[in-house]
């Protein structure tokens, strides 16, 4: 199972992001899925998340600015991200719990992570 992370650059704030995350492999189902930043120096904190159901949960420094959507026939998890704000700045990690089949073709759960991408938010 592998998390492809992509959509981040260099904005001036109170501009916009799309960020997107595409989970690849012999996956059954994504559960919970989200987005996490960690800026330099700092630990990786929660930005969002969504519930296969379409529930989701912000960060309060985002609420308002930031929305988390996905496409479970894509197995892909969106961040929107508006009036972004230098303090938005960081690398942007999703995350999935991945319900897949593994060699022997039984179900095991996994919790992946992409690769990170850059979100630089210039003042």
């Known amino acids: 199972v592998q998390l492809q992370a992509s959509g981040g650059g260099l904005v001036q704030a109170g501009g916009s992001l799309r960020l997107s995350c595409v989970a690849s492999?012999?996956?059954?189902?994504?559960?919970?899925m989200g987005w996490y930043r960690q800026a330099p120096g700092n630990e990786r904190v929660l930005v969002a998340s969504i519930t296969n159901g379409g529930v989701t949960e912000y960060a309060d420094s985002v609420k308002g600015r930031f929305a988390i959507s996905r496409e479970n026939a894509k197995n892909t998890v969106y961040l929107q991200m508006n009036n972004l704000k230098p303090e938005d700045t960081g690398s942007y990690y999703c995350?999935?719990?991945?319900?897949?089949?593994?060699?022997?073709?039984?179900?095991?759960?996994?919790?992946?992570w992409g690769q990170g991408t850059l979100v630089t938010v210039s003042s």
């Open positions: 492999g012999n996956i059954i189902r994504n559960d919970d």
């Open positions: 995350h999935a719990n991945v319900v897949y089949y593994n060699y022997g073709g039984a179900p095991v759960v996994e919790k992946a």
